[in-house]
């Protein structure tokens, strides 16, 4: 059964970058039937996707985030990352990772990291 | 293309409820429709992938479909328990395979 974990600053200044990762551990990203993905949820309200990446390195980003947003993978330590630049108190939010997989059809998200709330504040 | 729940459904135990998931400037049917279970404090878990399939370990209580008619996918779940007190997200794809959400449906059971 596969494990994912974020983990980063809990705390990022306006303006700044925010950096997490994600570990993936009882599976390899090298998987070429999954992707892997960040979504965020602001405190009190719903799921909003920021994007994914498949182990070919091949990108997909929310159009809402793209011009800000990040992501990569490194096989080599089974993590993922997402960077996303010049935040504002709207980003602050719970950042989970989680892994898209298709069974038969779709993509569906099967596999969640427990989330880790990211706030942005001076 | 978006997806619009409910705010909130509430049912009593041992009844069905059904939470409805309506797809806008796109067809319900043109992309498979996930649905995703969040208890309090924790992350979300899939309870319906592909419209209407059920991930390992999610009872048959809950049961996918779709309705072209209406544009809506629908999330029922019968012989409701006090455990599936929860948000509801329903989840599909652009025609770009960029990820919607709703906007979740708050079930209680009382």
């Known amino acids: 059964q596969v494990q994912l974990q974020e983990s980063g600053p809990g705390l990022v200044k306006p303006s700044q970058t925010l950096s997490l990762a994600c570990s993936v551990s009882g599976g390899s990203i090298k998987n070429g039937s999954h992707y892997w993905s960040w979504i965020r949820q602001p405190p009190g309200q719903g799921l909003e996707w920021i994007g994914y990446i498949y182990f070919s390195g091949r990108t997909s980003y929310n159009p809402s985030l793209k011009s800000r947003v990040t992501i990569s993978s490194d096989s080599s330590t089974f993590q993922f990352s997402l960077k996303l630049d010049s935040v504002t108190a709207a980003d602050t939010a719970i950042y989970y990772c989680?892994?898209?997989?298709?069974?038969?059809?779709?993509?569906?998200?099967?596999?969640w990291g427990q989330g880790t709330l990211v706030t942005v504040s001076s | 293309f978006m997806l619009t729940q409910p705010h909130s459904v509430s049912e009593s135990p041992g009844k069905t409820v059904t939470i409805s998931c309506t797809g806008g400037?796109?067809?319900?049917?043109?992309?498979?429709v996930q649905w995703y279970q969040q208890r309090p404090g924790r992350a979300p878990t899939p309870v319906i992938y592909d419209d209407n399939q059920r991930p390992s370990g999610v009872p048959a209580r809950f049961a996918g479909s779709i309705d072209s008619s209406s544009n809506s996918a629908f999330l029922t779940i019968s012989g409701l328990q006090t455990e599936d007190e929860a948000v509801y997200f329903c989840?599909?794809?652009?025609?770009?395979?960029?990820?919607?959400f709703g906007g979740g449906t708050q079930l209680t059971v009382l």
């Open positions: 989680a892994r898209g997989h298709r069974a038969s059809w779709a993509y569906y998200l099967d596999s």
């Open positions: 989840q599909s794809y652009d025609d770009s395979n960029h990820v919607l």
């Open positions: 400037g796109g067809g319900i049917a043109s992309n498979y």
